[in-house]
């Protein structure tokens, strides 16, 4: 199981690479907002911040940013080694790799790069990626499991 998480944590981080490089060069070069439906827009971004671009105008270095996230994948990793049931470890690879992948932004371009843009209605939510997108699910199974998973015993 091992070797396989690695795999899958590589190729999530590969995809979400290869999609912010496809970005880079449609979106960013020169900045253009390309609608693709009345509520989807790829977007340039920058996220400077944290989650949803929080904190984006402090004066936040990337590199606290970056040793902040890793740090979290670190106890993320040891979760995973100890977790023994499969839709927590598959979660916590969702959530390991998106974060890797949002730090490779980081330690690379100095922010990270967000483009999706959903809205519609009068709502806007803020610019995401890929990488967001595999915390949120990632996120959402720990959730789930938390809440409708069989009971665990406590040791």
């Not at 590589?10 to 020169?30: E, G, R, T, Y």
């Not at 490779?104 to 610019?127: S, T």
Request: hydrophobic share 65%; glycine share 8%; no cysteine.
């Amino acid at each position: 199981m091992q070797r396989r998480a690695l795999v899958t944590v590589i190729v999530l981080i590969a995809i979400d690479q290869l999609v912010k490089h496809a970005m880079l060069v449609m979106v960013f070069d020169p900045p253009t907002i390309i609608p693709v439906t009345f509520f989807l827009n790829l977007v340039p971004v920058w996220n400077r911040g944290i989650s949803f671009g929080l904190f984006g105008g402090a004066e936040v270095s990337r590199w606290i940013l970056v040793v902040l996230a890793l740090v979290i994948v670190v106890f993320l990793i040891v979760w995973f080694v100890r977790a023994g049931q499969i839709v927590v470890r598959y979660a916590l690879l969702l959530v390991i790799a998106g974060a890797l992948g949002n730090v490779v932004d980081r330690v690379v371009y100095g922010a990270v790069v967000d483009f999706i843009d959903i809205h519609g209605f009068g709502w806007h939510w803020p610019a995401f990626n890929i990488a967001d997108m595999v915390i949120v699910v990632g996120t959402a199974m720990l959730i789930f499991d938390g809440l409708f998973g069989s009971p665990r015993s406590l040791k």
